[in-house]
């Protein structure tokens, strides 16, 4: 039912003097997904029944220092696996009774109600994908590979992207993570001294994280943390609407959707959404219930996160005060 018992979707679009457009009152603050969509971390694949990474592993052994006469190993090298990630179906419906729809028309009609039921399942779709990206499908199968498994908080066990962490030969596929709990993060700048150490051991070459994600109550603490003339933000960042704050010239943001008490020093370009072409988004034909006058919409995109450089990713587990 909804909260205002006199309009509900039929009496909020037809008749009566309304505002200029139906004002969102759910939508979150969501920033991850669009971070990996401005790297072009979206990535379309025409098909396959999972979604590979190409990894390099493993140096070529062969590779040593030699004496002028010395022999050189030629033993084949394989240095090459994959990650491999399922298909995951974040999905709903809309369903409309078709006299709604004829009453909402002509000069009656306020608000396009099918326009604006399909603009809803839209934004209901993407809070879904980016409250997913953050989920683990270790728990509950039908989940998104998120960030809860990709950038464990103990990183020596566990599968990811069906490679097991805790085998030996495996550690290359072991995310960083900050070993001590910070439980005062402004108390001798323990909360800025764990953000440096953790972004600075996932520092190789020229690669580098290129995002703090986080929650709003420790976005709030590393803000507090900064003097006034220590507050940069990322402008592209600010011009797209995302409240942040730098550090190592890197965006700090918030997600509404970041597990309690952690923050994600991530390098996106090496975490991708993943959708199969043709069903990113795809809303299906409406089709007539048979016992019903009611005309029912799939919506659906399919897709999963998956990475490629989990050494690259880190995680402070827990941030409590």
Known sequence: MAPNSNFDYLATTTLRDASAEIADNYTSHIGLLWFINRVKGK?????????????????N???????????LDTNPQDPYTNSEFDWKYPAG???????????????????????????DAMRSLTELIAEQLFATDAVTAANITGLQL???????????????????????????????????????????????????????????????????????????SLTTNQRYEDTETANAGFTNIKHFQIPVIFDAYCPDEKAYALNVNHLFWNVMRGRDAWVEGFFPADNQLTYSSKVATYGNLSGSWSAGQGVIPTISG
């Open 93 to 119: 419906t809309i369903t409309y009774y078709d006299a709604d729809v004829q009453m909402n028309r002509g000069k009656d009609q306020v608000y396009n109600l099918l326009t604006n039921l399909k603009k």
């Open 150 to 224: 990709a950038v464990a908080d103990d990183p020596t066990s566990g599968t990811y992207g069906n490679i097991n962490r805790g085998t030996v030969g495996n550690e290359f596929w072991r995310n960083y993570f900050y070993p001590d709990t910070v439980t005062a993060f402004n108390t001798n700048n323990a909360g800025r001294l764990a953000m440096d150490t953790t972004y600075l051991n996932l520092v190789r070459g020229t690669e580098h994280p290129t995002l703090w994600v986080t929650t709003l109550a420790i976005y709030q603490l590393y803000h507090q």
């Open 61 to 71: 052994s062969t590779f040593k220092m030699i004496a002028k006469t010395g022999t």
């Open 43 to 59: 990535m379309t694949k025409d098909g396959g029944r999972k979604i590979l990474e190409a990894l390099a592993y493993r140096k």
